[in-house]
């Protein structure tokens, strides 16, 4: 019994040596090649997402995780070791490394992420909070929020009159 939960805990995570070319569509999100990848137990601003600095300036805070992904996984050889579960956009959930440190665990402890269902990086989310890294740096909505505001406003926007201005809607 104990040999077959190893075996199942060993074939519960698939590694990825990534020899094509990485393509980081946001700062949770990867493509490789074909494979599309969620970063699993974190959650990035959203390309799109804008922040505001302690002065309150709004900055590009999307863009700006994004960036950092590009620069973490040019640093070296990645490779992404995976669930063999899907999210609900059948990405492939995994966590990816360079030279043996966790993309994962980076994008939070820089503070342009937030631990998403995974304890294990609460604690580099508070140090960055702490030290007002990235996102802490001032005020922002967390992705997910972001997400939800963003897609109910895609879905009822508001009605114009004839006057050009807006209405609320019931």
């Known amino acids: 019994m104990k040999k077959f939960l190893i075996i199942l805990l060993l074939l519960s995570t698939l590694p990825i040596s990534v020899a094509a070319e990485i393509k980081v569509v946001d700062g949770d999100s990867l493509e490789i090649g074909e494979r599309r990848i969620r970063l699993d137990g974190i959650d990035a601003p959203e390309f799109m997402q804008m922040c505001r600095t302690q002065n309150n300036e709004e900055y590009a805070c999307g863009q700006k995780a994004l960036e950092f992904a590009e620069n973490f996984l040019k640093s070296g050889n990645p490779e ?47 140090e960055a909070e702490e030290h007002k890294r990235g996102l802490w740096q001032g005020k922002f909505m967390r992705p997910a929020l972001y997400r939800i505001l963003n897609r109910y406003v895609k879905e009822n926007p508001p009605a114009i009159s004839k006057k050009g201005r807006e209405e609320s809607q019931p």
């Open 80 to 126: 992404c070791h995976c669930l063999l579960q899907k999210d609900k956009y059948k990405r492939e959930l995994c966590e990816c490394f360079v030279n043996g440190e966790s993309l994962n665990k980076a994008l939070v402890a820089a503070g342009w992420a937030v631990a998403y269902r995974e304890p294990a990086y609460l604690a580099a989310q508070d």
